[in-house]
């Protein structure tokens, strides 16, 4: 749906992003997938758009950007800012955010 609209809109898409895709289980220590696993992937292998990768659904991250303090800044090494850093990094990498600059 978002996706129409974007289109309609002139809004370049750089890619597909798996929000609150997995998190680590305060009670069993292991990553659950609360909504599956690799849908938003293969979404994006439907759509021919680039999948940039996984955030995880973590309370940190939730807090800290209530808090105006995203966890990039307050934890930078931590693997929840890891996985920002990556799509990040995939987007710069793109030819859509290369067109989208220009
Ligand atoms: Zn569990």
Do not use: T, W
Request: with cysteine; net charge negative; proline share 7%.
């Amino acid at each position: 749906k978002g996706i129409d609209m974007f289109n309609r809109m002139d809004v370049p898409l750089f890619g597909i992003i798996e929000n609150m895709a997995s998190f680590i289980c305060d009670g069993c220590g292991k990553e659950h997938h609360p909504f599956g696993s690799g849908g938003a992937r293969a979404e994006a292998e439907k759509l021919g758009a680039p999948f940039l990768g996984e955030i995880p659904l973590d309370l940190d991250i939730r807090i800290g950007s209530d808090g105006g303090v995203p966890i990039v800044v307050s934890r930078p090494e931590s693997p929840q800012s890891r996985s920002f850093q990556r799509i990040a990094d995939e987007i710069v990498a793109s030819d859509a955010y290369a067109q989208a600059i220009r």
